[in-house]
C-alpha cells in the first residue's frame, strides 16, 4: 500500500470525527490549501480552518459520521480521492437554528493532493444545499 494511501486514511479519520486541526496537522503542510464549490463553505480557505469547521459541525450534528464508498490513490498525480456519505441528525445547539431533529445522508468526495508524503491541498465536492435543506436549515 501507497504510503499517501496510509497518510490519507489517518487524516481522513481524524477530520471526519472532529479531530480538528490539533488532530490533522501533522499529515498537513502548515499552509494547506482548501477548496469547495459550496456555499456553506465558501469562506473556508485553508485546511486548518476546514479541519476545525468539521469539528464545530460535529458539535451539533454529534451523531455525524462517514461511510466509506471508495478509496483510490494516484501515485502519478500523487493524489488520493475519498468518495464517502456523511450521516447525521442535528440534535446539539449551535449551528445555524436550534436543534432540528433532521437528518442527512449525503454524498461527498475529497481529492488529497500531496507533496511528497505531506498534504497540500484538500477540494472537496459536495451538494451543500441537499444537506442544508435536508437538516432543516433552509
Not at 95 to 114: E, L
Request: net charge negative; with cysteine.
Amino acid at each position: 500500500m501507497s504510503t499517501i494511501t496510509n497518510i490519507a486514511k489517518s487524516f481522513f479519520h481524524a477530520c471526519e470525527t472532529g479531530g480538528g486541526w490539533e488532530a490533522c496537522k501533522a499529515y498537513c503542510a502548515p499552509n494547506a490549501i482548501f477548496s469547495a464549490q459550496a456555499d456553506a463553505l465558501a469562506k473556508v480557505e485553508t485546511l486548518q480552518e476546514y479541519t476545525d469547521w468539521m469539528k464545530g459541525l460535529l458539535a451539533f450534528v454529534p451523531n455525524g459520521h462517514y461511510e466509506i464508498k471508495s478509496f483510490a490513490t494516484d501515485d502519478e498525480r500523487q493524489n488520493v480521492a475519498v468518495y464517502g456519505i456523511f450521516h447525521g441528525t442535528h440534535t446539539g445547539h449551535g449551528g445555524p437554528c436550534p436543534p432540528t431533529g433532521k437528518s442527512t445522508s449525503t454524498d461527498y468526495v475529497y481529492v488529497i493532493q500531496f507533496d511528497g508524503e505531506t498534504i497540500i491541498g484538500l477540494t472537496k465536492i459536495w451538494n451543500d444545499a441537499r444537506a442544508v435543506r435536508d437538516l432543516g436549515w433552509a
